[in-house]
C-alpha cells in the first residue's frame, strides 16, 4: 500500500501532467466536441485503460533490469531523466492555442473505445514515461517496489479514466473555453513542463 503522503504527492504530480494539453486529451476533446460526449467517454476511457499495459511493462521492465544489471538501471534511469526533461523543456516552450477541432470518422462507442484503448498501450513513448515516472514515487522503505509501481499505474489509470470520462461528457464546454483562453492551456504546459524537468533531474541524481 502507499503511504498518505505518497499517494497525494503521485496523485498531484499525476492529475497536472493528466490535465496538459496533449494527444490524449485533446483527442478525447475532439471526439467529444464533433461525435458527442458518449463517444468522448468511450474514447477517453479506452485511452486511460491503456495505461494498464504500461504499468505492467514498467513492473516487468524495472524488475528485470535491477535482477539483470546495475549498470543497465543506471543507464535506464539516465535516459529516462532525459526523456522528461526533454518533455518538460517542450511543454515550458509552448505556445498554448490547443487544437480541438479534429476530423474524427463516424465509428461507435465501443470501437473508439478499443481504438483509444489500443492506440495508448502501444504508444512507445507512454512505455518510456512510465518506467521514468512511477519509479521516482517508490519510497523504499515501504517494501517491494513492484507492488508499489503495481499501485502507483493503478492511481494513475483510475485518474486519468475521471478527468477523461469527464473531458468527454463536458467536451463541448471546455473545447469553447480553451479556444476563448489559450493563455488556460498555455499555463497547464508550464505547470507539466515544471514538474517533468524537476522529475527527470531527480531521476539522473538520485542513487
Not at 15 to 25: E, F, M, R, V, Y
Request: glycine share 14%; charged share 10%; aromatic share 10%.
Amino acid at each position: 500500500m502507499l503511504s498518505p503522503e505518497q499517494f497525494l504527492g503521485f496523485l498531484t504530480a499525476a492529475i497536472l501532467i493528466t490535465l496538459s494539453p496533449g494527444p490524449d486529451n485533446m483527442m478525447v476533446l475532439g471526439v467529444g466536441i464533433a461525435k458527442g460526449r458518449v463517444r468522448g467517454i468511450a474514447f477517453g476511457l479506452g485511452c486511460a485503460l491503456g495505461c494498464l499495459n504500461h504499468t505492467l511493462l514498467a513492473v516487468i521492465g524495472v524488475s528485470a533490469l535491477v535482477a539483470a544489471s546495475p549498470t543497465a538501471f543506471t543507464a535506464l534511469k539516465i535516459v529516462g531523466g532525459l526523456y522528461l526533461v526533454w518533455m518538460g523543456v517542450q511543454a515550458l516552450r509552448s505556445h498554448g492555442g490547443a487544437r480541438t477541432a479534429l476530423d474524427v470518422p463516424d465509428e461507435p462507442a465501443r470501437r473508439l473505445f478499443f481504438k483509444g484503448l489500443l492506440a495508448n498501450a502501444i504508444n512507445p513513448k507512454v512505455v518510456l514515461f512510465f518506467l521514468s515516472f512511477l519509479p521516482q514515487f517508490v519510497v523504499p522503505a515501504r517494501g517491494d517496489a513492484n507492488w508499489q509501481i503495481a499501485w502507483l499505474g493503478g492511481v494513475f489509470t483510475l485518474q486519468a479514466a475521471l478527468l477523461f470520462g469527464l473531458l468527454g461528457y463536458f467536451s463541448g464546454a471546455v473545447g469553447q473555453w480553451l479556444n476563448r483562453t489559450p493563455r488556460a492551456g498555455l499555463w497547464l504546459d508550464r505547470i507539466a513542463g515544471a514538474i517533468f524537468v524537476g522529475l527527470g533531474l531527480r531521476l539522473m541524481v538520485a542513487r
